[in-house]
């Protein structure tokens, strides 16, 4: 399936953008789940921070490898 005058398939982008979207790890008000256990776990925004910008980093990394191997633009 192709799209525009490109001809480039439109699934790696939108992967890209999913995966984008859903990579939100730092901050607690960014997603739900980081929000609920803020109090409980007696979290601050710097701990969020420390832990959520390299793995957001790992996540990217990982898409931009992974999306074009499993999901090609052409063919």
């Known amino acids: 399936m192709s799209s ?5 398939s ?3 982008f939108a992967m ?3 995966l984008a979207a859903s ?4 901050t607690p008000v960014s997603s ?7 109090g409980p776990g007696n979290f601050r925004f710097a701990d969020f921070l420390r832990m959520g910008v ?15 191997i ?3 633009l052409y063919g």
Do not use: D, W
Request: charged share 0%.
């Open 32 to 38: 739900p789940v980081n929000t609920l256990v803020v």
């Open 54 to 68: 390299p793995f957001s980093l790992i996540a990217m990394i990982a898409s931009v490898i992974l999306v074009p």
């Open 70 to 72: 499993l999901l090609p």
């Open 16 to 18: 890209i953008v999913a």
């Open 23 to 26: 990579t939100a790890f730092m």
């Open 4 to 8: 525009g005058c490109v001809g480039a």
């Open 10 to 12: 439109p699934y790696p």
